[in-house]
């Protein structure tokens, strides 16, 4: 081989350090693994080596990377992790730049292998080239493989920082982006809430603001800027503030900002806002104080639109106005806060001339406001119900009688947010009242026979104490029916009343002379003007009576009884609730009037029938006086012959002093029976009032009895008596003995000319209910046919000689002793007279 | 000499202290006597056999003296009979004469007048009284 070789050898040499030179502009840019790839293929083709081989160790602590080639031809399964193994004890020491001979990685046999570090120390990695060729590698081989090595490990680092700061940068790239996004979300939340806010305050018609006294500065949101209906971009201002507000409420308005501006406190307040269009808003405004580091005060607060409120319950105010009610509200704290145009059009008064501390002064009567004042004060202090009855003045100043209740009204914890009051007029239920009560009592009175003038007394005091500066009177009627007499007017004047009594009635005496006179009502509303009262104006005026109004108490037919009159010292005609009264009064003075009439009468009635009973006693008796004296003949007869014997025990030559004496006790005896009997007839003949008294009707029966036996005994009539043990009766015993009288001789006298078997029987029982029965039975002629119902009739009579009142007397008196008395039929013959008698109690 | 049995008055009378006034009366001249309230209780007792009389009150429950003075006489009984009465009238006296009786005497009546008309009577009796 000659120089000529040896140039092409070394100009292909050149040739190959050129294209080696030129490999790290190839490699700009390009990664690690396409470096080393493009390092040993240019290696492998230049030097046509079996086999090529690079490490590089990752920056970052990753696995190494590991690329191999082989030369033409040979194929291997082999991985560049496994070449890397086989390679690596020959790698551990420093091979740089050294050759030796090795087991062939890829194949069978030795293998020449060349190795060099990637950069200045291993820390980059590793070229390895290998060959079969015993001479590899040759000089130029060596120096060729040792540049490519050197230009790989400077295109590697190069490799290795940019892409160090590819990372770095996309890192950094990332961070950013991620940050952006979160930016962003952060400024979509914001933007979200911000629009939020402003809707809600929109919906809510609540702006918020913010104020810093010091400088003046005013922020106001969107809404505030709405409500004041002012534009976005105006700079808010007090003064912009104030030329919204209502002028009636600028004053105060101004009033409580620059409080607020000087005492830095929070504050609340309402007010109007008269728009430019003319409408009015209501506005409530809060805000709150907050003090900065500086010490100066800003104030956060919003502003409520509370348009919709106020007209609702401006319109609740004009339901509550409508309610016929008086409705009132006051705070928690007992203050009145609110008054119904109804309460104020009764009394009279507008919200503007009177506040609500007041009111009560103003209108409840004097005599009820400490009550009232503190009920309420209990009331609040508790939180319980309030309810108080109190005079209300109306408007005319006459003063009605109301029923005040107020609840207090909670929120959801309980507290008291304020009270619902509300006052019912119950005048006329209270009258009413009043009225019913007095009337009861006086029904009460009339009921127990009080005197008449007791009870008209109390009447009047009754009317008259329902109606202020009322005074009645009440005439009666004499009984000639035309003078006026003195009835009851506790509360008129004495000489007024005295002159009043006995003037006559007519068609034009008064109020109650004509009212009498006319028996209709006389409303006379002003005595200075009526014609009625002309003939007597000058007996009235000098009381000031002004008005009288007079209704005549009647009888149920219609006769004038007297008169209830209702006096005022003003004109005035009556009212719906004094016409009642009036009627009301009338009415009982009538009922009063007639039952002392009716009792008087029932007294007359009384004193002629006791008249009458004393007469058919009387005439009993005498036409008993025969049996009569008889019966007193006997033991005076008894008496003279025990006399003589006593004498004649005496007389003795030997007086016998016992037989003597015993005698004489049957003197005593005698002379005890004549006593009895003369006693019993003069009862009978006495004309007493009836006296109630426990009696023993058995025993009226035995003395009965004795006084007619003789009569019996002159007709041969056998008296027989069955007399059951029996109770007391409360009664009057010589009625019942004159019942028992008439009863026994109308037997005897049935008997008297009738044939057979004359018996009187008197039989005294207890029936199953209680009462006592007694039956006086004859076997005489009986009752007279088709006429028995009439025995008990006034002057029915039978007997030549009868008054005809002696049955009917009898069963008056057994009937005002709550018993009955009737007659029958014997079955056999004769008749029977039963009487029944209430048992009274024995300890009665 | 002593009758076999002693003469006895017998009274009838309704009022027991018209009776017990009488037998009190003859008791104290030494005369016996028997009383009675009614007819009917004289009739149920048992009379005895020796001069009697009886004393008769004109009144008497149920019946009167004279009819039971009749009913004794269409019985057989014959007693002296003297009457006594509260009120006595003529025309009755005349009857109870009429039918027998011994005497009539009004209450009150004097006691010497009952023993004379007993007496009369009975004469027994005027014995037994002595």
């Keep these: 081989m000659g120089s000529t070789a040896e140039i092409k050898r070394l100009q292909s040499c050149i040739n190959d350090l050129i294209s080696v030179l030129a490999l790290p502009a190839i490699w700009s840019g390009s990664k690690s693994s396409q470096i080393l790839s493009t390092l040993l293929d240019v290696l492998l083709t230049m030097l046509r080596l079996d086999f090529a081989y690079a490490r590089l160790n990752d920056a970052s602590d990753g696995p190494p990377i590991e690329v191999v080639r082989l030369g033409d031809h040979r194929h291997s399964p082999i991985q560049p992790q496994q070449f890397g193994q086989a390679l690596d004890r020959w790698l551990t020491a420093d091979q740089t730049a050294s050759r030796c001979v090795v087991p062939d990685p890829a194949g069978e046999g030795e293998v020449s292998i060349a190795s060099f570090s990637l950069g200045l120390h291993h820390e980059v990695g590793v070229l390895v080239a290998g060959s079969r060729r015993a001479d590899f590698p040759t000089e130029i081989e060596r120096l060729l493989l040792r540049v490519a090595a050197n230009q790989a490990g400077i295109g590697l680092q190069d ?9 770095i940068a996309e890192m950094l790239e990332q961070r950013v982006a991620e940050r952006t996004r979160q930016l962003t979300a952060a400024n979509d939340d914001v933007r979200r809430s911000e629009a939020y806010l402003a809707e809600a305050q929109r919906l809510s018609r609540t702006g918020s603001f913010g104020w810093r006294p010091s400088t003046g500065e005013i922020i106001w949101s969107e809404e505030t800027f709405r409500i004041f209906q002012y534009d976005r971009t105006t700079i808010p201002t007090v003064e912009l503030i104030l030329q919204r507000v209502h002028p009636e409420d600028a004053a105060l308005v101004k009033q409580t900002i620059e409080r607020a501006s000087q005492d830095g406190k929070n504050f609340e307040h309402e007010y109007r806002l008269l728009m430019p269009d003319g409408s009015v808003k209501h506005v409530h405004v809060v805000a709150h104080a907050l003090s900065n580091e500086s010490g100066s005060v800003e104030f956060v607060g919003a502003v409520m639109d509370v348009t919709a409120a106020k007209e609702a319950e401006d319109r609740i105010r004009l339901i ?84 005040s209740r107020a609840c207090p009204l909670h929120d959801r914890s309980g507290h008291i947010l304020g009270w619902y009051g509300n006052d019912i007029d119950i005048e006329d239920r209270t009258r009413a009242v009043a009225l019913r009560d007095g009337e009861s009592r006086i029904l009460e009175m009339i009921a127990r026979d009080a005197p008449l003038e007791e009870i008209l007394e109390k009447l009047v005091r009754v009317v008259e104490a329902q109606f202020a500066g009322l005074l009645c009177s009440v005439l009666l009627l004499d009984e000639d029916g035309q003078h006026v007499r003195h009835g009851a007017a506790p509360s008129l004047p004495k000489p007024y009343t005295d002159a009043i009594d006995g003037l006559c009635i007519g068609p034009k005496a008064g109020s109650c002379g004509t009212a009498m006179y006319r028996r209709e009502p006389v409303v006379v509303s002003d005595i200075l003007q009526d014609p009625l009262w002309e003939p007597y104006r000058s007996v009235a005026e000098p009381y000031g009576f002004r008005a009288c ?19 005022y010292r003003e004109p005035r005609s009556p009212s719906p609730a004094e016409t009642h009264a009036l009627e009301m009064a009338t009415h009982l003075a009538g009922i009063a009037i007639e039952r002392r009439l009716a009792r008087e009468e029932r007294e007359r009635l009384r004193q002629a029938q006791a008249e009458l009973a004393h007469i058919n006693r009387v005439t009993t008796m005498g036409e008993l006086t025969a049996s009569l004296a008889h019966e007193v003949n006997q033991p005076i007869a008894a008496a003279l012959t025990d006399a003589n014997t006593c004498l004649r025990w005496l007389n003795r030559d030997h007086p016998d002093v016992e037989e003597a004496r015993q005698s004489a006790l049957r003197i005593v005896k005698d002379a005890t029976r004549a006593g009895e009997i003369v006693g019993r007839t003069r009862l009978l003949f006495r004309k007493s009032t009836p006296q109630r008294e426990l009696v023993d009707v058995n025993e009226v029966i035995r003395e009965m009895i004795v006084l007619l036996r003789s009569e019996a005994t002159r007709y041969s009539i056998s008296v027989r008596t069955e007399l059951a043990d029996l109770p007391q009766v409360m009664g009057d015993r010589v009625q019942l003995q004159q019942v028992l009288m008439n009863l026994m001789t109308n037997g005897i006298d049935a008997m008297k000319d009738v044939d057979g078997t004359r018996e009187l029987a008197i039989k005294s029982q207890r029936t199953d209910s209680g009462q006592l029965l007694i039956s006086v039975s004859d076997t005489g002629v009986g009752l007279p046919p088709q ?58 | 000499m002593m009758p076999a049995a002693a003469p006895t008055v017998f009274v009838i009378d309704d009022d027991d202290l018209v009776r017990t006034a009488i037998q009190g009366m003859l008791k104290s001249v030494g005369l016996r006597s028997e009383t009675f309230g009614t007819p009917q209780d004289f009739l149920r007792s048992k009379h005895p056999d020796g001069p009697s009389c009886l004393v008769l009150d004109v009144r008497l429950p149920g019946v ?36 027998g009786a011994v005497e009539f005497l009004t209450k009150p009546f004097r006691d010497q007048d009952l023993l004379d008309a007993i007496h009369q009577a009975s004469p027994p009796f005027l014995a037994a009284s002595g």
């Excluded at chain 2, 006489?73 to 109870?96: C, E, L, N, Q, Y």
């Design chain 1, 320 to 403: 509550i106005n409508a309610v016929p009610a008086l409705i009132w509200t006051a705070r928690a704290d007992g203050r009145l806060d609110f008054i119904s145009q109804r309460w104020l059009d009764y009394a009279g008064i507008d919200t503007g001339t009177i506040a609500g501390g007041e009111l009560g002064e103003r209108t409840v009567h004097p005599d009820d406001i400490e009550q009232l004042q503190n009920k309420w004060r209990v009331a609040v202090a508790e939180g319980n119900p309030f309810e108080a009855e109190i005079r209300v003045r109306r408007f005319d100043g006459e003063y009605r009688w109301f029923l």
């Design chain 1, 159 to 167: 490799a290795q920082r940019s892409g160090e700061q590819r990372r």
């Design chain 2, 64 to 99: 009167s003296g004279l009819d039971f003075q009749r009913e004794l006489a269409d019985a057989g009984v014959r007693i002296p009979i003297i009457f006594i009465t509260g009120h006595g009238d003529i025309p009755m006296s005349v009857k109870a004469m009429k039918s």
């Design chain 1, 549 to 567: 109004w007079s209704t005549p108490i009647l009888t149920h037919s219609g006769k004038a009884l007297g008169s209830f009159a209702m006096y």
């Design chain 1, 787 to 844: 006429q028995a119902d009439k025995i008990f009739d006034a002057f029915f009579t039978t007997k030549p000689h009868g008054t005809g009142m002696g049955l009917r007397i009898s069963r008056s008196i057994v009937e005002s002793h709550g018993g009955r008395l009737w007659a029958a039929d014997n079955s056999r013959r004769g008749a029977s007279f039963y009487i029944t008698l209430p048992a009274q109690v024995e300890a009665a």
